[in-house]
T-cell receptor, first 110, second 122 residues
Framework: QSALTQPASVSGSPGQSITISCTGARSDVGGYNSVSWYQQHPDSAPKLMIYNVNERPSGVSNRFFGSKSGNTASLTISGLQTEDEADYYC??????????FGGGTKLTVL | QVQLVESGGGVVQPGGSLRLSCAAS????????MHWVRQAPGKGLEWVAVVSTDGGSKYYADSMKGRFTISRDNSKDTLYLLMNSLRTEDTAVYYC???????????????RGRGTLVSVSS
């Protein structure tokens, strides 16, 4: 199972919006509405931010928005804040009944 | 507050074995599927395996299949990962995680522990 493709890094200024893409295949991202996004700050465990493409767990800000088109999922963060600076990982369910992660995207808030 | 405490990590030689444990508390362990996820130093997240509530269904990442075994003891609220034929590339922090997917696909989870470091080196 190949890893999903994410950009290595993205950046934005406070208050701006950014979007992180996550590209897979018909056997994972494109075939199921089971894409999740995780945020990880340095030396911390990953935190679930989005599940089922566009659902937010309780307590996650509505500035985080997930979407999907074909084999590509996206995470959009609006109104960037300094505390959003972190690594972000997408994950998808696959036809093999496994999960696969993307390589991760480092978000820098300038 | 859900708690997951991983243990059992350490230094092991290539080809060796290690068993990780994850002690769960503050939730009804037997009602949740459980995952292992790992992260090599300075690298990204990698999903390892998942086990169903009763231990009857288990799924593994291709690179771990045949070498790793996930299991659970619901009487002890504990998750395990037995790792055999360890390779240097298995060096990572291993996290256990509570599955939150009510659809039965085990497609997302919550990591609550600090992880345990496994170092495979001669």
């Amino acid at each position: 199972q190949s890893a999903l493709t994410q950009p290595a890094s993205v950046s934005g200024s406070p208050g701006q919006s950014i979007t992180i893409s996550c590209t897979g295949a018909r056997s994972d991202v494109g075939g199921y509405n089971s894409v999740s996004w995780y945020q990880q700050h340095p030396d911390s465990a990953p935190k679930l931010m989005i599940y089922n493409v566009n659902e937010r767990p309780s307590g996650v800000s509505n500035r985080f928005f997930g979407s999907k088109s074909g084999n590509t999922a996206s995470l959009t963060i609006s109104g960037l804040q300094t505390e959003d600076e972190a690594d972000y990982y997408c994950s998808s369910y696959t036809s093999s009944r496994t999960l696969v992660f993307g390589g991760g995207t480092k978000l820098t808030v300038l | 507050q859900v708690q997951l405490v991983e243990s059992g990590g350490g230094v092991v030689q290539p080809g060796g074995s290690l068993r990780l444990s994850c002690a769960a508390s503050a939730f009804t362990f037997r009602n949740y599927g459980m995952h292992w996820v790992r992260q090599a130093p300075g690298k990204g997240l990698e999903w390892v395996a998942v086990v169903s509530t009763d231990g009857g269904s288990k799924y593994y990442a291709d690179s771990m299949k045949g070498r790793f075994t996930i299991s659970r003891d619901n009487s002890k609220d504990t998750l395990y990962l037995l790792m055999n034929s360890l390779r240097t590339e298995d060096t990572a922090v291993y996290y256990c995680a509570q599955d939150l997917d009510t659809s039965g696909l085990f497609s997302y989870f919550d990591v609550r522990g600090r992880g345990t470091l496994v170092s495979v080196s001669s």
